[in-house]
Protein backbone atom coordinates (compact mmCIF):
# COMPACT_ATOMS: atom_id res chain seq x y z
CA UNK A 1 0.00 0.00 0.00
CA UNK A 2 2.93 2.15 0.77
CA UNK A 3 4.68 1.58 -1.75
CA UNK A 4 1.20 2.43 -4.33
CA UNK A 5 1.33 5.68 -2.42
CA UNK A 6 5.05 6.42 -3.36
CA UNK A 7 4.86 5.59 -6.86
CA UNK A 8 1.63 7.96 -7.19
CA UNK A 9 3.36 10.56 -5.79
CA UNK A 10 6.16 10.27 -7.60
CA UNK A 11 4.26 10.48 -10.92
CA UNK A 12 2.63 13.36 -9.66
CA UNK A 13 5.72 14.99 -9.23
CA UNK A 14 7.07 14.05 -12.07
CA UNK A 15 4.08 15.15 -14.10
CA UNK A 16 4.96 18.61 -12.21
CA UNK A 17 8.09 18.84 -13.06
CA UNK A 18 7.70 18.09 -16.80
CA UNK A 19 4.93 20.66 -17.00
CA UNK A 20 6.85 22.83 -15.55
CA UNK A 21 9.83 22.49 -17.24
CA UNK A 22 6.85 22.62 -20.73
CA UNK A 23 6.27 26.19 -19.09
CA UNK A 24 9.80 26.96 -18.77
CA UNK A 25 10.83 26.07 -22.36
CA UNK A 26 7.56 28.04 -23.92
CA UNK A 27 8.54 30.62 -22.06
CA UNK A 28 12.04 30.83 -22.75
CA UNK A 29 11.20 30.36 -26.18
CA UNK A 30 9.39 33.32 -26.73
CA UNK A 31 11.87 35.18 -25.01
CA UNK A 32 14.39 34.15 -27.41
CA UNK A 33 14.20 37.50 -29.27
CA UNK A 34 13.40 40.35 -27.49
CA UNK A 35 12.47 43.75 -29.32
CA UNK A 36 13.76 47.63 -28.39
CA UNK A 37 10.87 48.85 -28.86
CA UNK A 38 8.40 46.35 -27.93
CA UNK A 39 6.05 47.60 -30.91
CA UNK A 40 5.44 49.33 -33.53
CA UNK A 41 2.11 50.60 -32.73
CA UNK A 42 0.36 54.07 -34.16
CA UNK A 43 3.23 54.76 -36.68
CA UNK A 44 2.43 57.30 -39.19
CA UNK A 45 2.78 56.34 -42.90
CA UNK A 46 5.84 57.25 -44.79
CA UNK A 47 7.94 57.12 -41.58
CA UNK A 48 10.74 55.07 -40.79
CA UNK A 49 11.80 52.95 -37.57
CA UNK A 50 14.85 51.73 -35.92
CA UNK A 51 14.07 48.78 -34.19
CA UNK A 52 16.93 46.90 -32.07
CA UNK A 53 16.81 42.96 -31.55
CA UNK A 54 18.34 41.20 -29.03
CA UNK A 55 18.66 37.23 -27.91
CA UNK A 56 20.53 34.61 -25.67
CA UNK A 57 20.84 31.97 -27.87
CA UNK A 58 24.47 30.77 -27.85
CA UNK A 59 24.86 30.44 -31.44
CA UNK A 60 24.10 32.90 -34.21
CA UNK A 61 25.43 33.61 -37.47
CA UNK A 62 22.99 34.79 -39.55
CA UNK A 63 19.37 36.95 -39.33
CA UNK A 64 16.50 37.49 -41.84
CA UNK A 65 13.55 39.73 -41.24
CA UNK A 66 10.52 40.08 -43.35
CA UNK A 67 6.77 41.41 -42.88
CA UNK A 68 3.70 39.43 -42.92
CA UNK A 69 2.06 42.31 -45.28
CA UNK A 70 4.32 43.93 -47.53
CA UNK A 71 1.63 46.58 -48.43
CA UNK A 72 1.52 47.95 -44.77
CA UNK A 73 5.46 47.73 -44.45
CA UNK A 74 8.52 46.62 -45.21
CA UNK A 75 12.23 46.14 -43.78
CA UNK A 76 14.44 48.75 -45.48
CA UNK A 77 17.36 47.22 -44.02
CA UNK A 78 18.88 45.04 -41.45
CA UNK A 79 22.68 45.09 -39.70
CA UNK A 80 24.94 41.89 -39.72
CA UNK A 81 25.01 40.05 -36.39
CA UNK A 82 27.14 41.40 -33.19
CA UNK A 83 28.48 39.09 -30.19
CA UNK A 84 27.33 41.33 -26.78
CA UNK A 85 30.09 41.79 -24.44
CA UNK A 86 29.84 38.76 -21.61
CA UNK A 87 27.45 39.91 -18.93
CA UNK A 88 25.23 41.13 -20.43
CA UNK A 89 21.39 40.45 -20.81
CA UNK A 90 22.30 39.22 -24.39
CA UNK A 91 24.47 36.87 -26.49
CA UNK A 92 24.19 38.39 -29.88
CA UNK A 93 22.00 41.77 -30.96
CA UNK A 94 21.30 43.25 -34.03
CA UNK A 95 19.07 46.38 -36.17
CA UNK A 96 16.53 46.60 -38.90
CA UNK A 97 15.00 49.44 -40.27
CA UNK A 98 11.03 49.14 -40.86
CA UNK A 99 9.34 51.81 -43.10
CA UNK A 100 5.62 52.09 -42.92
CA UNK A 101 4.04 52.54 -46.24
CA UNK A 102 0.21 52.20 -45.55
CA UNK A 103 -2.79 51.62 -43.16
CA UNK A 104 -3.56 48.37 -41.76
CA UNK A 105 -1.79 46.13 -39.43
CA UNK A 106 1.52 43.94 -39.86
CA UNK A 107 3.60 41.75 -38.20
CA UNK A 108 7.58 42.26 -38.26
CA UNK A 109 9.38 38.75 -38.04
CA UNK A 110 12.82 38.11 -37.43
CA UNK A 111 14.18 34.82 -37.79
CA UNK A 112 18.08 33.74 -36.66
CA UNK A 113 20.36 30.87 -38.10
CA UNK A 114 23.56 29.28 -36.61
CA UNK A 115 26.47 28.44 -38.32
CA UNK A 116 25.05 25.38 -40.04
CA UNK A 117 22.05 27.72 -41.62
CA UNK A 118 20.10 26.13 -39.27
CA UNK A 119 16.97 28.34 -37.65
CA UNK A 120 17.43 28.43 -34.28
CA UNK A 121 14.68 30.60 -32.99
CA UNK A 122 12.47 33.56 -34.44
CA UNK A 123 10.58 36.28 -33.01
CA UNK A 124 7.68 38.91 -34.36
CA UNK A 125 6.85 41.92 -33.43
CA UNK A 126 3.46 43.44 -33.76
CA UNK A 127 2.90 47.13 -35.76
CA UNK A 128 -0.46 49.09 -36.91
CA UNK A 129 0.18 52.03 -39.03
CA UNK A 130 -1.77 55.45 -39.24
CA UNK A 131 -3.16 57.89 -42.36
CA UNK A 132 -0.46 60.36 -42.87
CA UNK A 133 -3.33 62.86 -43.13
CA UNK A 134 -5.40 61.36 -39.92
CA UNK A 135 -6.19 64.81 -38.37
CA UNK A 136 -7.86 65.16 -41.60
CA UNK A 137 -9.72 62.35 -41.40
CA UNK A 138 -10.56 63.23 -37.63
CA UNK A 139 -12.19 66.22 -39.05
CA UNK A 140 -14.24 64.43 -41.43
CA UNK A 141 -15.58 62.13 -38.77
CA UNK A 142 -16.23 64.38 -35.87
CA UNK A 143 -18.24 66.52 -39.10
CA UNK A 144 -20.35 63.48 -39.82
CA UNK A 145 -21.37 63.09 -36.31
CA UNK A 146 -22.43 66.67 -36.48
CA UNK A 147 -24.13 66.00 -39.81
CA UNK A 148 -25.87 62.55 -38.03
CA UNK A 149 -27.19 65.09 -35.29
CA UNK A 150 -28.45 68.07 -37.10
CA UNK A 151 -30.65 65.10 -40.11
CA UNK A 152 -31.99 63.65 -36.81
CA UNK A 153 -33.05 66.90 -35.36
CA UNK A 154 -34.80 67.48 -38.86
CA UNK A 155 -36.07 64.49 -39.23
CA UNK A 156 -37.97 64.62 -35.69
CA UNK A 157 -39.30 67.82 -36.42
CA UNK A 158 -40.78 66.54 -39.91
CA UNK A 159 -42.87 63.85 -38.44
CA UNK A 160 -46.52 64.58 -39.27
CA UNK A 161 -48.64 63.16 -36.39
CA UNK A 162 -51.74 62.75 -37.82
CA UNK A 163 -50.24 60.72 -41.50
CA UNK A 164 -48.82 58.47 -38.28
CA UNK A 165 -52.46 58.29 -36.73
CA UNK A 166 -54.25 57.10 -39.87
CA UNK A 167 -50.98 54.98 -40.97
CA UNK A 168 -51.38 53.37 -37.34
CA UNK A 169 -54.78 52.29 -37.92
CA UNK A 170 -53.43 49.94 -40.81
CA UNK A 171 -49.55 49.57 -39.79
CA UNK A 172 -48.93 46.63 -42.49
CA UNK A 173 -46.88 49.21 -44.49
CA UNK A 174 -44.38 50.32 -41.35
CA UNK A 175 -44.41 46.79 -39.64
CA UNK A 176 -43.59 45.13 -42.49
CA UNK A 177 -40.01 47.55 -42.84
CA UNK A 178 -39.10 47.25 -39.66
CA UNK A 179 -39.27 43.07 -39.96
CA UNK A 180 -37.58 43.57 -43.45
CA UNK A 181 -35.11 46.55 -42.11
CA UNK A 182 -34.13 44.82 -38.75
CA UNK A 183 -34.60 40.75 -39.26
CA UNK A 184 -33.49 40.74 -42.93
CA UNK A 185 -30.40 43.08 -43.12
CA UNK A 186 -28.44 41.93 -40.31
CA UNK A 187 -28.84 38.41 -41.35
CA UNK A 188 -28.35 39.17 -45.16
CA UNK A 189 -25.34 41.15 -44.01
CA UNK A 190 -23.97 39.22 -41.88
CA UNK A 191 -24.46 35.87 -44.61
CA UNK A 192 -22.61 38.29 -47.34
CA UNK A 193 -19.65 38.90 -44.89
CA UNK A 194 -18.88 35.54 -44.21
CA UNK A 195 -19.43 34.65 -47.39
CA UNK A 196 -17.38 37.37 -49.32
CA UNK A 197 -14.70 37.93 -46.86
CA UNK A 198 -13.97 34.54 -45.19
CA UNK A 199 -11.27 35.09 -42.58
CA UNK A 200 -11.24 39.06 -42.29
CA UNK A 201 -12.73 39.74 -39.10
CA UNK A 202 -12.55 43.65 -39.71
CA UNK A 203 -14.43 43.13 -43.30
CA UNK A 204 -17.15 40.84 -41.12
CA UNK A 205 -17.58 43.61 -38.65
CA UNK A 206 -18.27 46.44 -41.26
CA UNK A 207 -20.38 44.75 -43.21
CA UNK A 208 -22.68 43.56 -40.51
CA UNK A 209 -22.67 47.10 -38.61
CA UNK A 210 -24.09 48.38 -42.00
CA UNK A 211 -27.00 46.04 -42.65
CA UNK A 212 -27.74 46.79 -39.10
CA UNK A 213 -27.94 50.52 -39.68
CA UNK A 214 -31.20 52.53 -40.22
CA UNK A 215 -32.93 53.22 -43.09
CA UNK A 216 -32.45 56.73 -44.79
CA UNK A 217 -30.30 58.17 -46.31
CA UNK A 218 -32.39 59.07 -49.77
CA UNK A 219 -34.49 56.68 -49.60
CA UNK A 220 -37.55 59.83 -49.70
CA UNK A 221 -35.98 61.01 -52.69
CA UNK A 222 -35.76 58.08 -54.73
CA UNK A 223 -39.44 56.72 -53.12
CA UNK A 224 -40.38 60.04 -54.69
CA UNK A 225 -38.91 59.85 -58.18
CA UNK A 226 -40.04 55.99 -58.45
CA UNK A 227 -43.40 57.06 -57.44
CA UNK A 228 -43.57 55.66 -54.19
CA UNK A 229 -45.36 56.49 -50.97
CA UNK A 230 -43.35 59.47 -49.54
CA UNK A 231 -45.58 59.50 -46.34
CA UNK A 232 -44.99 55.77 -45.90
CA UNK A 233 -41.18 56.13 -46.84
CA UNK A 234 -40.88 59.32 -43.82
CA UNK A 235 -42.57 57.19 -41.47
CA UNK A 236 -40.88 53.88 -41.79
CA UNK A 237 -37.43 56.24 -41.77
CA UNK A 238 -38.75 57.87 -38.58
CA UNK A 239 -39.51 54.07 -37.18
CA UNK A 240 -36.19 52.35 -38.22
CA UNK A 241 -34.22 55.01 -37.00
CA UNK A 242 -36.21 54.60 -33.48
CA UNK A 243 -35.70 50.94 -33.62
CA UNK A 244 -32.42 51.14 -34.13
CA UNK A 245 -31.59 52.18 -30.83
CA UNK A 246 -32.33 49.27 -29.43
CA UNK A 247 -32.01 46.65 -32.41
CA UNK A 248 -28.26 47.75 -33.44
CA UNK A 249 -26.86 47.12 -29.93
CA UNK A 250 -28.42 43.96 -29.19
CA UNK A 251 -27.40 42.58 -33.00
CA UNK A 252 -23.71 43.81 -32.46
CA UNK A 253 -23.92 41.68 -29.03
CA UNK A 254 -25.24 38.80 -30.36
CA UNK A 255 -23.42 37.96 -33.54
CA UNK A 256 -20.27 39.87 -32.60
CA UNK A 257 -18.87 36.42 -30.88
CA UNK A 258 -19.76 34.79 -33.94
CA UNK A 259 -17.93 37.00 -36.18
CA UNK A 260 -15.16 37.51 -34.16
CA UNK A 261 -14.31 33.71 -33.05
CA UNK A 262 -11.12 33.17 -32.31
CA UNK A 263 -9.54 36.35 -33.29
CA UNK A 264 -7.84 38.93 -31.19
CA UNK A 265 -10.06 41.90 -31.89
CA UNK A 266 -12.67 42.94 -28.78
CA UNK A 267 -15.62 44.85 -30.41
CA UNK A 268 -16.32 47.70 -27.71
CA UNK A 269 -20.09 46.83 -26.97
CA UNK A 270 -20.74 48.98 -24.54
CA UNK A 271 -19.39 52.21 -26.08
CA UNK A 272 -21.52 50.91 -29.56
CA UNK A 273 -24.38 51.25 -27.37
CA UNK A 274 -23.74 54.16 -25.30
CA UNK A 275 -23.51 55.58 -28.95
CA UNK A 276 -26.14 54.45 -30.63
CA UNK A 277 -28.38 55.37 -27.63
CA UNK A 278 -27.20 58.99 -27.67
CA UNK A 279 -27.97 59.19 -31.40
CA UNK A 280 -32.38 59.38 -29.66
CA UNK A 281 -31.33 62.81 -28.23
CA UNK A 282 -31.32 64.59 -31.36
CA UNK A 283 -34.54 63.09 -32.53
CA UNK A 284 -36.38 63.40 -29.37
CA UNK A 285 -35.32 67.32 -29.78
CA UNK A 286 -36.93 67.38 -32.88
CA UNK A 287 -40.00 66.36 -31.55
CA UNK A 288 -39.96 68.92 -28.69
CA UNK A 289 -39.57 71.41 -31.57
CA UNK A 290 -42.61 70.31 -32.98
CA UNK A 291 -44.40 70.15 -30.45
CA UNK A 292 -43.40 73.81 -29.12
CA UNK A 293 -41.68 75.40 -31.44
CA UNK A 294 -44.11 74.92 -34.79
CA UNK A 295 -42.62 77.69 -36.91
CA UNK A 296 -39.09 76.41 -36.61
CA UNK A 297 -40.49 73.27 -37.30
CA UNK A 298 -42.16 74.16 -40.39
CA UNK A 299 -38.39 75.52 -41.37
CA UNK A 300 -36.60 72.16 -40.32
CA UNK A 301 -39.20 70.47 -42.49
CA UNK A 302 -38.28 72.38 -45.60
CA UNK A 303 -34.29 71.84 -44.45
CA UNK A 304 -34.63 67.96 -44.22
CA UNK A 305 -34.24 66.82 -47.84
CA UNK A 306 -31.48 69.78 -48.73
CA UNK A 307 -29.72 68.38 -45.50
CA UNK A 308 -29.81 64.78 -46.86
CA UNK A 309 -28.87 65.72 -50.08
CA UNK A 310 -26.04 67.98 -48.28
CA UNK A 311 -24.99 65.01 -46.01
CA UNK A 312 -24.53 62.59 -49.59
CA UNK A 313 -22.49 65.44 -51.62
CA UNK A 314 -20.32 66.16 -48.07
CA UNK A 315 -19.92 61.82 -48.23
CA UNK A 316 -19.15 62.21 -52.11
CA UNK A 317 -16.89 65.06 -51.98
CA UNK A 318 -14.91 66.05 -48.68
CA UNK A 319 -15.60 62.65 -47.26
CA UNK A 320 -14.37 60.89 -50.72
CA UNK A 321 -11.29 63.63 -50.15
CA UNK A 322 -10.32 62.53 -46.21
CA UNK A 323 -10.73 58.94 -46.84
CA UNK A 324 -9.03 58.39 -50.38
CA UNK A 325 -7.29 55.37 -48.95
CA UNK A 326 -10.73 53.30 -48.88
CA UNK A 327 -10.50 52.78 -52.73
CA UNK A 328 -7.31 51.08 -52.14
CA UNK A 329 -9.21 48.72 -50.70
CA UNK A 330 -11.96 48.60 -53.95
CA UNK A 331 -11.44 45.19 -55.16
CA UNK A 332 -13.48 43.17 -56.91
CA UNK A 333 -15.11 41.11 -54.17
CA UNK A 334 -15.41 44.10 -51.89
CA UNK A 335 -17.63 45.70 -54.70
CA UNK A 336 -19.77 42.60 -55.67
CA UNK A 337 -20.61 42.77 -51.44
CA UNK A 338 -21.65 46.05 -51.67
CA UNK A 339 -23.71 45.72 -54.32
CA UNK A 340 -25.58 42.43 -53.23
CA UNK A 341 -26.47 44.17 -49.91
CA UNK A 342 -28.63 46.89 -50.94
CA UNK A 343 -30.16 44.94 -53.72
CA UNK A 344 -31.11 41.84 -51.76
CA UNK A 345 -32.58 44.50 -49.80
CA UNK A 346 -34.41 45.91 -52.47
CA UNK A 347 -35.44 42.57 -53.17
CA UNK A 348 -36.57 41.42 -49.81
CA UNK A 349 -38.94 43.99 -49.04
CA UNK A 350 -40.38 43.67 -52.62
CA UNK A 351 -41.22 40.17 -52.14
CA UNK A 352 -42.90 40.88 -48.41
CA UNK A 353 -44.91 43.95 -49.89
CA UNK A 354 -45.93 41.86 -52.71
CA UNK A 355 -47.20 38.60 -50.66
CA UNK A 356 -49.06 41.22 -48.13
CA UNK A 357 -51.17 42.40 -51.71
CA UNK A 358 -50.54 45.76 -50.72
CA UNK A 359 -50.81 49.07 -53.28
CA UNK A 360 -47.81 49.55 -55.69
CA UNK A 361 -46.51 52.52 -54.05
CA UNK A 362 -46.29 51.30 -50.68
CA UNK A 363 -44.56 48.53 -52.43
CA UNK A 364 -42.12 50.86 -53.78
CA UNK A 365 -41.55 52.57 -50.64
CA UNK A 366 -40.78 49.12 -48.35
CA UNK A 367 -39.22 47.95 -50.88
CA UNK A 368 -36.60 51.34 -51.11
CA UNK A 369 -36.21 51.71 -47.76
CA UNK A 370 -35.18 48.20 -46.80
CA UNK A 371 -32.40 48.65 -49.52
CA UNK A 372 -31.59 51.89 -48.56
CA UNK A 373 -29.43 52.30 -45.59
CA UNK A 374 -27.97 54.83 -43.18
CA UNK A 375 -24.40 54.03 -43.95
CA UNK A 376 -23.32 57.46 -42.16
CA UNK A 377 -24.37 56.00 -38.87
CA UNK A 378 -22.27 52.78 -40.05
CA UNK A 379 -19.58 54.65 -40.43
CA UNK A 380 -19.47 57.29 -36.87
CA UNK A 381 -20.43 54.44 -34.91
CA UNK A 382 -16.91 52.45 -35.87
CA UNK A 383 -14.80 55.17 -36.39
CA UNK A 384 -15.82 56.71 -33.03
CA UNK A 385 -15.77 53.47 -31.19
CA UNK A 386 -13.02 51.60 -32.75
CA UNK A 387 -9.34 51.96 -32.04
CA UNK A 388 -7.35 53.43 -34.83
CA UNK A 389 -7.05 51.73 -37.45
CA UNK A 390 -9.43 49.73 -37.20
CA UNK A 391 -12.22 51.97 -37.22
CA UNK A 392 -10.45 53.15 -40.39
CA UNK A 393 -10.41 50.24 -41.90
CA UNK A 394 -14.09 49.03 -41.14
CA UNK A 395 -15.19 52.02 -42.92
CA UNK A 396 -14.25 50.83 -46.44
CA UNK A 397 -17.19 48.52 -46.75
CA UNK A 398 -19.75 50.81 -45.38
CA UNK A 399 -18.13 52.95 -48.14
CA UNK A 400 -18.58 50.22 -50.91
CA UNK A 401 -22.14 50.09 -50.12
CA UNK A 402 -22.88 53.86 -50.40
CA UNK A 403 -21.05 53.92 -53.49
CA UNK A 404 -23.36 51.12 -54.93
CA UNK A 405 -26.05 51.51 -53.45
CA UNK A 406 -27.90 53.99 -55.71
CA UNK A 407 -27.02 51.58 -58.51
CA UNK A 408 -29.92 49.22 -58.82
CA UNK A 409 -32.45 52.58 -57.94
CA UNK A 410 -30.66 54.38 -61.17
CA UNK A 411 -31.64 51.39 -63.19
CA UNK A 412 -35.04 50.96 -62.99
CA UNK A 413 -35.47 54.77 -63.09
CA UNK A 414 -33.79 54.41 -66.76
CA UNK A 415 -36.10 51.32 -67.50
CA UNK A 416 -39.32 53.61 -66.15
CA UNK A 417 -38.37 56.43 -68.01
CA UNK A 418 -38.06 54.24 -71.35
CA UNK A 419 -40.84 52.61 -70.78
CA UNK A 420 -43.20 56.02 -70.21
CA UNK A 421 -41.57 57.31 -73.48
CA UNK A 422 -42.30 54.17 -75.31
CA UNK A 423 -45.63 54.39 -74.21
CA UNK A 424 -46.14 58.13 -75.10
CA UNK A 425 -44.77 57.33 -78.63
CA UNK A 426 -47.29 54.40 -79.02
CA UNK A 427 -49.93 56.70 -78.13
CA UNK A 428 -48.87 59.48 -80.44
CA UNK A 429 -48.80 56.91 -82.94
CA UNK A 430 -52.73 55.88 -82.72
CA UNK A 431 -54.20 58.75 -81.81
CA UNK A 432 -53.56 60.44 -85.95
CA UNK A 433 -55.41 57.04 -86.58
CA UNK A 434 -57.94 58.00 -84.31
CA UNK A 435 -58.44 61.61 -85.71
CA UNK A 436 -58.45 59.90 -89.04
CA UNK A 437 -61.06 57.78 -88.99
CA UNK A 438 -63.13 60.58 -86.88
CA UNK A 439 -62.88 63.13 -89.81
CA UNK A 440 -63.95 60.44 -92.23
CA UNK A 441 -66.90 59.81 -90.16
CA UNK A 442 -67.77 63.31 -89.81
CA UNK A 443 -66.95 63.46 -93.83
CA UNK A 444 -69.57 60.84 -94.25
CA UNK A 445 -72.59 62.08 -91.56
CA UNK A 446 -72.07 65.47 -93.50
CA UNK A 447 -72.54 63.87 -97.00
CA UNK A 448 -75.57 61.67 -95.48
CA UNK A 449 -77.24 65.32 -93.90
CA UNK A 450 -76.52 66.69 -97.37
CA UNK A 451 -78.21 63.63 -99.06
CA UNK A 452 -81.13 63.86 -96.48
CA UNK A 453 -81.79 67.32 -96.86
CA UNK A 454 -81.66 67.31 -100.91
CA UNK A 455 -83.89 64.33 -100.51
CA UNK A 456 -86.55 66.31 -98.06
CA UNK A 457 -86.25 69.36 -100.43
CA UNK A 458 -86.93 67.21 -103.57
CA UNK A 459 -89.79 65.67 -101.76
CA UNK A 460 -91.07 69.29 -100.77
CA UNK A 461 -90.70 70.03 -104.18
CA UNK A 462 -93.06 67.13 -105.12
CA UNK A 463 -95.53 67.19 -102.69
CA UNK A 464 -95.70 71.60 -102.60
CA UNK A 465 -94.69 73.90 -99.69
CA UNK A 466 -98.04 75.15 -99.55
CA UNK A 467 -99.12 72.30 -97.80
CA UNK A 468 -98.80 72.66 -94.39
CA UNK A 469 -99.03 68.73 -93.27
CA UNK A 470 -95.64 68.59 -95.00
CA UNK A 471 -94.08 71.33 -93.53
CA UNK A 472 -95.15 70.35 -90.07
CA UNK A 473 -93.68 66.88 -90.51
CA UNK A 474 -90.77 68.29 -91.92
CA UNK A 475 -90.10 70.33 -89.04
CA UNK A 476 -91.02 66.93 -86.49
CA UNK A 477 -88.52 65.50 -88.43
Given at each position: ???????????????VVLL?G???????D?DV???E???????IE????E????T?LP?VS?V?A?V??P??A?????S??T?SA?G??A?H?????V?AL??G??KVR??L??R?DVV???G???M??L??Y???N??F?????I???V??????AT????I???IS???I???L??V?????M?LIA???G??A?????????GM??TG??P?????????YL????????????FTS??????T???W??L??P??????????PYKD?AV?V??L??P?????L????L?RV?KV?E??LT??S??N???????GV???L????FF???????GF????I?????LV??K?F?L?I??V?AI??E??????SV??????FT?E???????????A?S??????P?VL??????I?????K?????I???????????K?SN??NE????????M???????D??A???????V
Amino acid sequence: MLIRRSKKLWLTCSLVVLLAGLGLAQEEDQDVVRFEPAELIHVIEGTVHEVTWYTILPDVSRVSASVEDPTVAEVVGASDVTRSAPGGNATHYGSLNVSALFIGYNKVRVTLFDRQDVVVGEGTLDMSVLLSYQKLNDIFTLAIGILVAVVYVNMGATMNLEIIKNISKKPIGPLLGIVCQYLFMPLIAFGLGKLAFPGNVLAQLGMFLTGCSPGGGLSNMWTYLLGGSLDLSILMTFTSTVFAFATLPLWVFLMGPVILGEADFAIPYKDIAVLVVSLSVPCCVGILIQRFLPRVAKVLEWLLTPMSIFNVIFIFTFGVYANLYVFSFFDLRTMLAGFGLPTIGYLSGLVMAKLFRLPIQDVIAISIETGVQNASVAVFILKFTLEKPAGDLTVVFPAASTVMTPLPLVLVFIAQKIYSCTAKSKSADIAPLEGKAGLENKKSNKENEKGESKGKQMKKQSEGVDNPAVQLQDEAV
